[in-house]
């Protein structure tokens, strides 16, 4: 089984972040996939024969590898990879925001020589 790991920086240190074990090995994937594409079979059949849980999940594989190989239209694994880690930056740089507008009002109502 493997597992994946995601370096985030958090203030001048790395952290590592287990990510969830996948079900399926990379060599797993690339196998099926090639059976089907390449070798035109049948999604169930090579799903049945390789043990993949649902004929879906490689059904999905397969629609993926067609989009990275420009196949068929449709954001590659790269570019779904960009997407998330520039909606994960967006998110953080919006807590930031958030943090220092809640920081700003409470030392502009502590600066006010009227509040006294």
């Known amino acids: 089984m493997q597992c994946s790991f995601l370096g985030l920086m958090v203030g001048e240190k790395e952290t590592v972040v287990m990510g ?5 090995s990379d060599e797993l ?4 996939v090639d059976e ?4 035109e ?6 799903a049945h024969q390789l043990g993949i849980g649902s004929a879906e999940t490689l059904r ?6 067609e989009r990275d190989r420009g196949l068929s239209a449709g954001p590659t694994t790269e570019e779904l990879a960009e997407i998330k880690a520039l909606r994960r930056e967006v998110a953080d740089q919006q807590r ?8 700003t009002s409470f030392f502009v ?8």
Request: hydrophobic share 35%.
């Open 96 to 103: 930031t925001i958030e943090i220092l507008k809640a920081a």
């Open 29 to 32: 994937r690339r196998r099926a």
């Open 41 to 46: 079979r049948k999604i169930p059949e090579v």
């Open 36 to 39: 089907v594409l390449e070798r």
């Open 60 to 65: 999905k594989w397969v629609r993926q590898a």
């Open 20 to 24: 969830r074990p996948r079900k399926y």
């Open 109 to 116: 109502t502590e600066a006010d020589p009227h509040r006294r």
